[in-house]
């Protein structure tokens, strides 16, 4: 069973979403707790560890975007933004949100959510049989400088990179997110001479593991996870010549 969060100011949004997945999905997600501003959301998700959080975005002092910032690119969860709002769907996008649902958020939105889930989960661990069986030598490895000392990762692994001030946040296939103490650009100048493209001012991918580009207001590269990773239109041409 899937642990999950509310963070919604709106107390009849809230509860409205809670009594759907009670009447409907009481045994794929038990509700653990709901929080009517990100302070509060903050804590409840660091005393239950939820597997979702379904976040609402406008809301007084923080919206919800900010939560990112609680967790340093450290978040064990998956965010589904709940939103009257369409307009933030780019954003929801960029900032690697699981989920993105409209209100009124209805059963058929949960129960395509929790296929997404499965179809994720089940990723993940085709990746982690794939790793397991990648033998000894047959990938080179990156040397990631953490506060904690030193982390060592193979290239196959690596899925992107993001920025994070001075900082970036590196993302691998089996869910792990490690923060090292160097920019982004540091780190693209070390990581040169491996398959890896700089598609954006705040993104490196593996271009290992990409499935498609989309374009809607914007360009979008779509790696195998599903995730999708902003590709500035000055990258465009060198992006498509590359992968060519």
Do not use: W
């Not at 406008?58 to 933004?81: H, I, Q, S």
């Not at 598609?199 to 499935?211: A, E, F, G, P, V």
């Amino acid at each position: 069973m899937l642990l999950a969060v509310i963070i919604d100011d709106e107390k009849n949004s809230s509860e409205y979403l809670k009594n759907i997945i009670e009447r409907y999905f009481n045994s794929h997600i038990h509700i653990t707790g709901i929080a009517d501003n990100i302070a509060e959301g903050v804590s409840l998700i660091r005393n239950t560890n939820p597997d979702i959080v379904f976040l609402d975005i406008e809301m007084p002092n923080e919206n919800g975007f900010k939560l990112f910032d609680y967790f340093n690119g450290d978040a064990k969860f998956e965010v589904v933004f709940t939103t009257a709002h369409e307009e933030f769907a780019i954003k929801a996008i960029k900032n690697n949100a699981f989920d993105y649902l409209l209100k009124p958020v209805d059963k058929i939105d949960i129960l395509s959510l929790l296929k997404k889930y499965e179809l994720r989960k089940a990723e993940k661990q085709k990746n982690a049989i794939n790793l397991f069986n990648i033998r000894k030598g047959d990938s080179r490895k990156i040397t990631l400088t953490t506060q904690y000392g030193s982390v060592f990762i193979e290239e196959c692994i690596f899925l992107y990179a993001k920025a994070a001030g001075s900082y970036c946040e590196i993302n691998t296939i089996d869910g792990r997110s490690i923060v090292i103490s160097k920019p982004l650009g540091d780190f693209e100048e070390m990581t040169k001479e491996f398959n890896f493209f700089r598609t954006h001012k705040s993104y490196i991918i593996n271009l290992d593991h990409i499935s498609e580009l989309i374009k809607k207001d914007e360009y979008m590269i779509v790696l195998k996870n599903g995730l999708r990773i902003p590709l500035s239109v000055r990258k465009r041409d060198e992006f498509i010549g590359k992968i060519s």
